[in-house]
């Protein structure tokens, strides 16, 4: 599958008339292909979400298309849409009272038929996941009692069950501890393998140079997209953040690895 | 669900309403009871016409409202993600009682008293679901707005019963309002009983997808699924048999907030469960309430009276229970 955002604009609508509209984000250009990751980076209030929900359709675009496979994701009915893709939003406090397997299995609704209920091949699938992601033995707990890490790789399953080709993900690695952020940012890696591709929203631009193929920085002068590798870079990184940072890199076990460490803030941006 | 629990779920009912037509005042035994039923000439006019006119029609009534609410109780705690929405958040139950009293005032039939009552409720959710259409803000706004809607009804049932005739009409209505199953005759049933069954079929098909009212917006949008018909198919059902049973029997409480929960403590969250569960354990607590309520005493009390003094202690004793079903 391959995704496509062409000259993408988003203003909330309804500020005072004749004002110049506030854009959220502008002229967002953008193209991923299948089995890549792509990271989203962003201060706080850059629109990292707001572009996420833009591309899902849950909010209209002032301006410009998103295209998987080259039909516009506007031209797609529902259904076809969220056949493709999946959404894993930000995970909050874990409230709900169902249990793992009730919830990963409420990720088949688009396989079952309105008035139906879950197959046996839904049932299935839903075992398969848990297994394949490792929490099978959180099957009959209930998710409120589920930690934080636990529940996003619940959320993740739920997502996954309906064997979408893009996984859309809202900060996954929030909030988690080292081991489970590790998890998380791994489980990418394993559906890279199988040709999904993933977006993810992230707060860690780390995270961004070990496991994206491209990146996309908002909330600068313009938008910022293109190979993590060329576009994470200390000068963007100060642009759009304020922050002094150095980018290392160290070989171990024969692979390169990257990392960012922040120095001080510059009071630029 | 297993089909062994099916099985005990649609003889449960049966079986009590088959025990309950035999208790009364008036003991009849239960093989008097099937002769009734297969038309036996050895029968007494007396216990023909107490087991098919009286007991029948009042019985099959207990079942419909009693699954009906507690179905509808279900839904709305589905449908606001909330485990003490009841059938009445939204307002149906004052725009009914109001619909009722207003009837009794105006010295309308029975009939009349039932689909103005009936009307009413839900015209009372129209009026909830506009007031709160100025802003997106999802089920909390609805809420508010239906608690706002049912204060309105009630001070316009108490502005009726300030315009009633203190000696005929007040008492009337005030013995209404209080909820009582008796008196019910095959006219009421057909008038009130379809929508129940058919609110009940269409919910019952959507066991499974209401489960899907518990996520977030942007969840429940991203699972594709049509959520403004699911929502409304819910509303409408919920709403029409909470008017229906209403406008039949007057406001019956605690039915459709307590078996639900006793429900949840034995099934858990699944709604694919929990709805027939609760339909038919719903059905079966109401006609054991209501024969209690016409036997312990030659006065009849009102059955709202019997459910709220077997639901209160019951819900405490739910909140404290060690598998906490309820999470506040």
Same mark, same amino acid.
């Given at each position: 599958?391959?995704?496509?955002?062409?000259?993408?604009?988003?203003?909330?609508?309804?500020?005072?008339?004749?004002?110049?509209?506030?854009?959220?984000?502008?002229?967002?250009?953008?193209?991923?292909?299948?089995?890549?990751?792509?990271?989203?980076?962003?201060?706080?209030?850059?629109?990292?979400?707001?572009?996420?929900?833009?591309?899902?359709?849950?909010?209209?675009?002032?301006?410009?298309?998103?295209?998987?496979?080259?039909?516009?994701?506007?031209?797609?009915?529902?259904?076809?849409?969220?056949?493709?893709?999946?959404?894993?939003?930000?995970?909050?406090?874990?409230?709900?009272?169902?249990?793992?397997?009730?919830?990963?299995?409420?990720?088949?609704?688009?396989?079952?038929?309105?008035?139906?209920?879950?197959?046996?091949?839904?049932?299935?699938?839903?075992?398969?996941?848990?297994?394949?992601?490792?929490?099978?033995?959180?099957?009959?707990?209930?998710?409120?009692?589920?930690?934080?890490?636990?529940?996003?790789?619940?959320?993740?399953?739920?997502?996954?069950?309906?064997?979408?080709?893009?996984?859309?993900?809202?900060?996954?690695?929030?909030?988690?501890?080292?081991?489970? =952020?590790?998890?998380?940012?791994?489980?990418?890696?394993?559906?890279?393998?199988?040709?999904?591709?993933?977006?993810?929203?992230?707060?860690?631009?780390?995270?961004?140079?070990?496991?994206?193929?491209?990146?996309?920085?908002?909330?600068?002068?313009?938008?910022?997209?293109?190979?993590?590798?060329?576009?994470?870079?200390?000068?963007?990184?100060?642009?759009?953040?304020?922050?002094?940072?150095?980018?290392?890199?160290? =070989?171990?076990?024969?692979?390169?690895?990257?990392?960012?460490?922040?120095?001080?803030?510059?009071?630029?941006? | 669900?297993?089909?062994?629990?099916?099985?005990?779920?649609?003889?449960?009912?049966?079986?009590?309403?088959?025990?309950?037509?035999?208790?009364?005042?008036?003991?009849?035994?239960?093989?008097?009871?099937?002769?009734?039923?297969?038309?036996?000439?050895?029968?007494?006019?007396?216990?023909?016409?107490?087991?098919?006119?009286?007991?029948?029609?009042?019985?099959?009534?207990?079942?419909?409202?009693?699954?009906?609410?507690?179905?509808?109780?279900?839904?709305?705690?589905?449908?606001?993600?909330?485990?003490?929405?009841?059938?009445?958040?939204?307002?149906?139950?004052?725009?009914?009682?109001?619909?009722?009293? *207003?009837?009794?005032?105006?010295?309308?039939?029975?009939?009349?008293? =039932?689909?103005?009552?009936?009307?009413?409720?839900?015209?009372?959710?129209?009026?909830?679901?506009?007031?709160?259409?100025?802003?997106?803000?999802?089920?909390?706004?609805?809420?508010?707005?239906?608690?706002?809607?049912?204060?309105?009804?009630?001070?316009?049932?108490?502005?009726?019963?300030?315009?009633?005739?203190?000696?005929? =009409?007040?008492?009337?209505?005030?013995? +209404?309002?209080?909820?009582?199953?008796?008196?019910?005759?095959?006219?009421?049933?057909?008038?009130?009983?379809?929508?129940?069954?058919?609110?009940?079929?269409?919910?019952?098909?959507?066991? +499974?997808?209401?489960?899907?009212?518990?996520?977030?917006?942007?969840? *429940?949008?991203?699972?594709?699924?049509?959520?403004?018909?699911?929502?409304?198919?819910?509303?409408?059902?919920?709403?029409?048999?909470?008017?229906?049973?209403?406008?039949?029997?007057?406001?019956?409480? +605690?039915?459709?907030?307590?078996?639900?929960?006793?429900?949840?403590?034995?099934?858990?969250?699944?709604?694919?469960?929990?709805?027939?569960?609760?339909?038919?354990?719903?059905?079966?607590?109401?006609?054991?309430?209501?024969?209690?309520?016409?036997?312990?005493?030659?006065?009849?009390?009102?059955?709202?009276?019997?459910?709220?003094?077997?639901?209160?202690?019951?819900?405490?004793?739910?909140?404290?229970?060690?598998?906490?079903?309820?999470?506040?």
């Amino acid at each position: 599958m391959k995704l496509k955002a062409e000259n993408v604009s988003f203003a909330y609508p309804g500020s005072s008339k004749g004002a110049e509209e506030r854009f959220i984000f502008k002229n967002v250009n953008l193209e991923l292909d299948a089995g890549k990751i792509l990271a989203i980076l962003g201060p706080n209030g850059s629109g990292k979400t707001t572009f996420l929900r833009c591309l899902m359709g849950m909010l209209k675009l002032s301006s410009g298309a998103c295209m998987i496979d080259d039909k516009p994701t506007s031209a797609m009915s529902t259904k076809e849409f969220w056949e493709k893709v999946s959404y894993v939003p930000q995970q909050r406090m874990a409230t709900s009272s169902f249990t793992v397997f009730e919830n990963v299995l409420l990720g088949r609704s688009g396989q079952i038929a309105f008035f139906g209920t879950p197959r046996k091949e839904d049932k299935e699938a839903a075992e398969k996941i848990l297994e394949e992601l490792g929490i099978i033995k959180f099957r009959d707990r209930r998710c409120n009692s589920l930690s934080g890490g636990e529940f996003q790789m619940v959320l993740i399953a739920k997502a996954l069950v309906s064997d979408p080709e893009l996984l859309i993900l809202d900060e996954p690695e929030s909030g988690l501890d080292f081991r489970n =952020q590790l998890i998380v940012l791994n489980t990418m890696d394993k559906l890279k393998e199988k040709g999904i591709s993933c977006i993810f929203n992230t707060h860690y631009p780390k995270h961004a140079l070990q496991k994206a193929d491209c990146s996309l920085i908002l909330g600068g002068e313009k938008p910022i997209f293109g190979d993590t590798a060329e576009v994470v870079n200390a000068e963007n990184i100060e642009e759009v953040f304020g922050v002094r940072a150095v980018i290392n890199e160290m =070989q171990v076990d024969g692979e390169t690895i990257k990392n960012i460490i922040p120095l001080y803030v510059t009071g630029k941006k | 669900m297993k089909k062994r629990t099916y099985v005990i779920l649609i003889l449960l009912p049966i079986v009590t309403a088959l025990i309950c037509i035999c208790a009364g005042r008036m003991g009849i035994g239960p093989a008097d009871v099937f002769k009734t039923f297969f038309g036996s000439k050895e029968i007494s006019g007396n216990v023909r016409i107490t087991v098919m006119n009286i007991r029948l029609p009042r019985i099959l009534l207990g079942l419909l409202c009693g699954a009906g609410l507690s179905l509808a109780g279900c839904c709305f705690q589905g449908f606001f993600s909330n485990p003490l929405a009841t059938p009445d958040t939204m307002g149906v139950a004052g725009g009914a009682s109001f619909g009722a009293a *207003l009837g009794l005032l105006l010295g309308f039939n029975m009939i009349g008293v =039932q689909l103005l009552s009936f009307g009413m409720g839900i015209a009372a959710v129209f009026f909830t679901k506009a007031a709160a259409s100025g802003r997106d803000h999802g089920p909390a706004v609805l809420v508010i707005s239906g608690i706002m809607v049912g204060a309105l009804f009630s001070a316009l049932v108490s502005l009726v019963k300030f315009l009633a005739d203190a000696e005929s =009409q007040l008492p009337a209505i005030t013995y +209404w309002l209080m909820g009582s199953l008796s008196g019910t005759g095959y006219s009421k049933l057909a008038l009130g009983a379809p929508v129940i069954i058919v609110g009940i079929i269409i919910i019952f098909l959507l066991r +499974w997808r209401i489960n899907l009212l518990a996520l977030s917006e942007d969840e *429940l949008i991203a699972s594709g699924t049509n959520v403004k018909l699911l929502r409304s198919l819910v509303v409408i059902c919920a709403t029409a048999m909470t008017a229906s049973v209403i406008s039949m029997c007057g406001q019956v409480g +605690w039915v459709g907030l307590i078996v639900p929960h006793m429900c949840r403590l034995i099934w858990g969250q699944d709604n694919a469960k929990l709805i027939p569960a609760s339909v038919s354990i719903g059905a079966a607590f109401m006609v054991a309430v209501d024969t209690l309520a016409r036997s312990v005493s030659a006065a009849e009390i009102p059955v709202s009276i019997l459910t709220a003094i077997v639901g209160a202690p019951f819900f405490i004793s739910l909140l404290n229970s060690k598998r906490r079903v309820i999470s506040l």
